[in-house]
């Protein structure tokens, strides 16, 4: 079983940059795909972009497509979501989830494991 934290968080003003990483423990994320979610108040969580285990393909929702980036780092047990261009409409809690099913994408049924979540606040 893992065990994720993400870190990163904050407040920036809209066309800011920000970049989220996800420390996962008890266990290597090699064989997990990764996937980002956000979530904002009294909206579903909805999935961002995802990076696969084997050839780190990746995916993303279409409003992120070209300003945030996902990667891995598996020799540091960590992936991290680049994100520029910020929008208020970028706004909530993101969290980072692990998958073990072997695909990856942006269901939330693909995910068994997931983080506690960090706040990102898009605002002038």
């Known amino acids: 079983q893992v065990q994720l934290v993400e870190s990163g968080g904050g407040l920036v003003q809209p066309g800011g940059s920000l970049t989220l990483s996800c420390a996962a423990s008890?266990?290597?994320?090699?064989?997990?795909?990764i996937g980002w979610f956000r979530q904002a108040p009294g909206k579903e969580r909805e999935g961002v972009a995802s990076?696969?285990?084997?050839?780190?393909?990746?995916d993303y929702r279409d409003s992120v497509k070209g300003r945030f980036t996902v990667s891995r780092d598996d020799a540091k047990n960590t992936a991290y979501l680049q994100m520029n261009s910020l929008r208020p409409e970028d706004t909530g809690v993101y969290y980072c989830a692990a998958g073990q099913q072997g695909y990856y994408g942006l269901g939330i049924e693909i995910y068994d494991f997931w983080g506690q979540g960090t706040q990102v606040t898009v605002s002038s």
């Open positions: 008890g266990s290597t994320l090699d064989y997990y795909a």
């Open positions: 990076i696969s285990s084997s050839d780190h393909s990746t």
